[in-house]
């Protein structure tokens, strides 16, 4: 068995032509018969003791024909791949020239790893936001934080406010004759969110907890159900309970309860840090895609689709995965999105496409460059995984390969590169915060 040439017909294919010498192909045709025998039926035969001249008579020549291929194919195939010096994309795509007393004659096309063009790395064009923080933004945060921290009580003197969480009995009447679908009991509703019809929750505003009344609203006109679009609806309501969030005053004691901090001041400066720390990873992960935008501007590169179509089937995996993280399901996704397996690949593959041409125009900035990783890098990372899964380091050595970290650390490096060499023009900067914080 042998490679016997390689041609590229088109940019990025190449055909490999192989040869299957005949003593090689009739021992596995031989193999598959043994294989097979079992399974047939021949009219004068005890099953599986039919010799194989009679099956080849009766079933033609060529009915072990796959099967010997089978066995013999992937052996040829990756020795020839190996021996052509081939960065293969994607399935062969096998085709039988001849198969006679000469042997096998066959081809085997595939599409082969693209190699980027990259005209221009080094004084690329990107503007990095000058970061800022607001002293809005300080108090939003510790805005969230207090609505976390709050007390829920329970209001039995006090009229009901927008805001308030409610339980109540309704039940809704057109021209005094009760309509379907419009009766709940202890429903729980939140004063303000919009659950209801306009007009409903506004006028359970000012009621306490124990009383009866009605209520008057007109049904929208685009309302789903057509024999209420509309219509003007009166709802007698029973109003059980009211319930409203009591937020804690932001003092010194609110500091000391959230957090590791004493006073209101340290507390607001550790926000700021952590407010400019994540809007500063935010910043300089735009700038990095501006960058990447630019150098795939760039960039002369052909994708071939099987590719592209690979990196599409690896994000599907991934994003099944997730979601199995989260107790759901591909079905169950689809099911309540209305989305399916085409539209959802599809909805991956401009992203995909763009991952494969950075990674390739990378791969030429790594080249270029002489980019390599050091025994000191490749220790880093691997101690990096390790502590972001909490998995001991050996594990993570023995389960990731050594070219698959050393693949990340030179790309991180020419990305840093690219960065180091970038042209920023006029700041892009945050609103200016005119107050002091």
């Known amino acids: ?42 009219p004068g035969f005890r099953k599986g003791k039919a010799p194989k001249s009679i099956i080849e008579k009766m079933y033609g020549a060529a009915v072990f024909y796959d099967d010997a291929l089978d066995m013999l194919l992937p052996d040829l195939y990756a020795s020839a791949v190996e021996e052509a010096k081939l960065e293969v994309v994607s399935r062969p795509e096998i085709d039988i020239v001849s198969i006679d007393e000469n042997g096998v004659e066959l081809t085997a096309k595939v599409y082969t790893k693209p190699v980027a063009t990259v005209s221009k790395y080094k004084g690329l064009e990107a503007a990095k936001e000058t970061v800022r ?68 929750e506004e006028q359970l505003v000012g009621h306490k907890a124990g009383e009866s009344f009605d209520i008057t609203v007109t049904f929208p006109e685009d309302y789903g159900a057509k024999e209420l679009a509309g219509k003007e609806a009166v709802f007698k309501i029973v109003l059980h309970e009211v319930k409203r969030t009591e937020l804690p005053e932001v003092d010194d004691e609110f500091v000391k309860d959230v957090s590791e901090f004493n006073t209101l001041d340290e507390y607001k400066a550790d926000v700021k840090a952590k407010i400019t720390e994540r809007k500063q990873k935010t910043a300089e992960h735009a700038f990095e895609e501006a960058l990447i935008d630019e150098l795939l501007a760039n960039t002369d590169v052909d994708v071939p689709a099987p590719m592209i179509d690979s990196e599409v089937d690896a994000q599907v995996r991934d994003y099944d995965y997730r979601l199995q993280m989260q107790g759901g399901s591909l079905d169950m996704y689809f099911q309540y999105t209305g989305m399916n397996m085409d539209k959802l690949r599809e909805s991956f593959r401009p992203g995909a496409e763009r991952q494969l041409r950075t990674r390739l125009a990378l791969e030429a900035v790594v080249k270029a460059e002489a980019i390599e990783a050091t025994e000191e890098e490749l220790e880093e990372e691997y101690k990096k995984i390790a502590s972001g899964y909490n998995v001991d380091l050996e594990k993570v050595k023995e389960s990731i390969p050594v070219s698959g970290i050393t693949e990340d650390v030179v790309m991180r490096k020419a990305v840093e590169l690219i960065k180091a060499n970038a042209v920023k023009p006029a700041k892009k900067e945050a609103k200016k915060d005119t107050t002091k914080g």
Do not use: C
């Not at 009739?26 to 097979?36: F, L, P």
């Open 1 to 42: 068995m042998s490679l016997k040439n390689v041609t590229s017909p088109e940019k990025n294919i190449s055909v490999l032509e192989l040869h299957i010498d005949k003593a090689a192909f009739d021992d596995a045709v031989t193999k598959a018969y043994k294989k097979n025998v079992g399974k047939m039926n021949v």
């Open 133 to 200: 923080v607001n002293k809005s933004e300080i108090e939003e945060e510790i805005e969230l934080v207090r609505k976390r921290n709050g007390r829920q009580i329970t209001l039995e003197d006090q009229p009901a406010a927008d805001g308030d969480e409610t339980v109540i009995d309704f039940e809704g009447f057109l021209d005094g004759v009760a309509f379907e679908g419009g009766k709940g009991e202890k429903f729980p509703l939140k004063l303000g969110s919009g659950s209801f019809i306009p007009g409903f």
